[in-house]
């Protein structure tokens, strides 16, 4: 049986739509009731079962990052098991003020792909935008214009593969920008499909914490007195001067894009905290890859204490294609971009978190699993109960469940369309995860949001 119906069986899928692009729609991936893509595989043959299995990036047929990296990369790469291979690690943002206020982070992403567009070198750029299905999908853009709008984090559920059907055989070049698991899949794809191999030239990799569905930006929108019907619009990252980089506040609107914008800051909001994992993707459980292995450049934020301090903003950034390093060396050379040398220790550093859910977290659940005779995906990391102590191991289960709960119960909420409801329910949950926690900042902030809530339902 080919095991992308275990992936599936189990939610484990992604919802990345690659396996609806290699079965030409024979598999269907669509948005669920519960706001995250899924792929149905009840109409395909099994000569298509076993075709989408090699290109699934959690089935046991595909390639893992590792075979990858090795078939699509110069092997005098320098290599580091927690970063992949690389070219180099730096400390990077725009010089531009201006153009950092409307960033995310450091304004790195979409200054590398102007300059891959304006200098001739891609046609375009797929990437996600606002519009289409739901707040947001993977959209084309063409222009300085589209970028710059269509910049900034976005946590929220998507699937590449209508964008991907859209440029097949148009004998253009494209970079695509999307997190670890999708570009994964892009390149096992691009093993399949020779066209789409000549059209995708850049692989842009965005480190990722865990993806969100649909309900993650409903949630905290409804917090700022905007109910999920009326949600139109949403900013995830609105940077406050003066302020740590971390503690960025939340945007949202109704309505118009003449509307205003209502902000609170992400850290009074429930389920702002990105350490309970709510509306967290089961895939996410599974994944062992945080510095987008597979990707020619992979960006994140540089959660270390000299660039936190900077309102503005700073990227972490990994290279490992030639000709990326020359545009970013140019950058920087004639002033558009401050860059600072990292160590690999000081990269994983900005993203220790990370690393104990993906891999301490990961050899925890996959025991957890293999004791309870559920299938597992062949991971890098190996299964055990004991490598962490009993309140660490609490915690990583506390946070699995807290994820879980999260769907079902926010889903129930917004069908009665009660906001205290859902804060009721998972109230508990999230003091269950929080007692194996020493810091006590966590519940006064629940407390807060229950307040706010109380005050915008009155």
């Known amino acids: 049986m080919p095991t992308i119906e275990q992936v599936v069986q189990r939610d484990i899928c992604v919802g990345c739509g690659a396996c609806q692009f290699v079965t030409r729609g024979e598999i269907q991936v669509r948005r669920n009731t519960l706001g995250y893509y899924s792929a149905d595989l009840s109409h395909a043959r099994p000569r298509s079962l076993a075709t989408a299995s090699r290109v699934c990036p ?62 001739g070198h891609i046609d375009g750029v797929i990437h996600v935008g606002q519009g289409g299905d739901g707040l947001f999908s993977y959209r084309i853009s063409r222009s300085r214009q589209e970028l710059t709008a269509r910049r900034k984090s976005i946590y929220y559920s998507t699937s590449f593969n209508t964008a991907l059907q859209s440029i097949h055989g148009d004998g253009q070049r494209y970079a695509l920008v999307g997190v670890p698991c999708f570009i994964k899949s892009a390149r096992l794809l691009c093993m399949e499909d020779p066209v789409l191999a000549s059209q995708l030239a850049y692989f842009i990799g965005l480190v990722c914490g865990h993806l969100k569905s649909a309900a993650f930006a409903e949630l905290l929108a409804w917090q700022c007195g905007i109910s999920p019907d009326e949600l139109t619009a949403v900013d995830f990252r609105v940077k406050q001067p003066g302020q740590d980089a971390g503690r960025y506040s939340f945007g949202a609107r109704a309505g118009k894009d003449t509307s ?50 900077d309102w503005r903003g700073t990227n972490l950034i990994l290279c490992r294609n030639a000709l990326i390093q020359q545009l970013i060396d140019d ?34 659940r996959l025991a957890d699993d293999q004791n309870a005779g559920h299938w597992v995906p062949n991971k890098r990391v190996t299964p055990d109960h004991n490598v962490v102590g009993n309140r660490r ?33 998972i109230t508990p949950l999230v003091q269950r995860y929080e007692k194996y926690k020493a810091a006590s900042l966590p519940r006064r902030l629940l407390g807060l949001a229950k307040r706010r809530i109380q005050l915008i339902l009155s």
């Open 393 to 425: 191991r609490e915690l990583i289960r506390r946070r699995r469940e807290l994820s879980r709960a999260s769907h079902e119960l926010f889903a129930e909420a917004r069908e009665q369309g009660s906001l205290a409801l859902f804060i009721d329910r």
């Open 260 to 309: 205003e914008w209502t902000t609170r800051p992400t850290s009074q909001l429930l389920g702002g905290n990105w350490g309970h994992g709510m509306f967290q993707l089961n895939a996410c459980n599974y994944c062992d890859d945080i510095f987008a292995e597979t990707a020619d450049l992979v960006l994140g934020d540089a959660w270390l204490p000299q660039y936190r301090s």
């Open 58 to 119: 959690f089935s046991n047929e595909s390639r893992n990052e590792d075979d990858i990296a090795a078939a699509v990369f110069p092997a005098e790469l320098k290599n580091d098991p927690r970063t992949g291979k690389y070219l180099s690690i730096a400390a990077a943002r725009t010089t531009d003020d201006d153009y950092l206020r409307g960033s995310s982070s450091g304004g790195l992403t979409s200054w590398i792909l102007i300059k891959l567009l304006e200098s």
């Open 331 to 364: 950058g920087a050379a004639i002033g558009e971009l401050f860059i600072q040398p990292l160590s690999v220790a000081q990269a994983a550093s900005s993203q220790a978190g990370n690393f104990r859910h993906r891999h301490e977290g990961l050899a925890l």
